[in-house]
């Protein structure tokens, strides 16, 4: 069997071509302590009973957690769909409110509606009376320019 036998600081490291690296792996005497895939045996029946009770106890063991994680989540969803529920209950009451007050206001401009009719038809009245006094006060005023005139002849 052969190992590397690395460098210990980066320093140490020769550049070395492909040819150098042998140098850097050295054989091994057998260790009787490393098996090799022959001598490798099969545990015990009694040692893969237990590891069977130790595996299949941390399965439950993890799916349990799953299990538990997932719940919590649809735990969670739940609550928020309830939260959301009752935050569109509260956003409906204050829509059916905003219609409430929406028809009132309506109704009230309907009832408004004759006194607005009447208060355009006053103001277009007050127009032409206005325009009726500048048409007297420049009448006036050339009837007053004639009476100086025919006074002074």
Same mark, same amino acid.
């Given at each position: ?65 799953? !299990? ?52 355009? !038809? ?32």
């Amino acid at each position: 069997m052969y190992l590397p036998i690395l460098p210990l600081r980066f320093k140490d490291v020769p550049s070395l071509n492909w040819k150098g690296w042998r140098d850097y792996w050295v054989k091994t005497p057998e260790d009787p302590a490393i098996e090799t895939a022959e001598e490798a045996k099969e545990p015990a029946e009694a040692d893969i009973n237990e590891l069977c009770k130790d595996m299949f106890s941390k399965m439950a063991t993890y799916l349990t957690g799953e !299990l538990t994680a997932t719940s919590e989540d649809y735990k969670l969803l739940e609550n928020m769909n309830k939260l959301t529920s009752l935050k569109y209950l509260e956003m409906k009451d204050i829509a059916i409110n905003i219609s409430r007050n929406l028809k009132d206001l309506n109704q009230k401009y309907a009832a408004l509606q004759p006194y607005l009719e009447q208060i355009n !038809l006053i103001e277009e009245q007050v127009a032409a009376l206005e325009q009726a006094a500048y048409k007297l006060d420049a009448y006036s005023k050339r009837l007053e320019a004639k009476y100086k005139k025919l006074e002074k002849r």
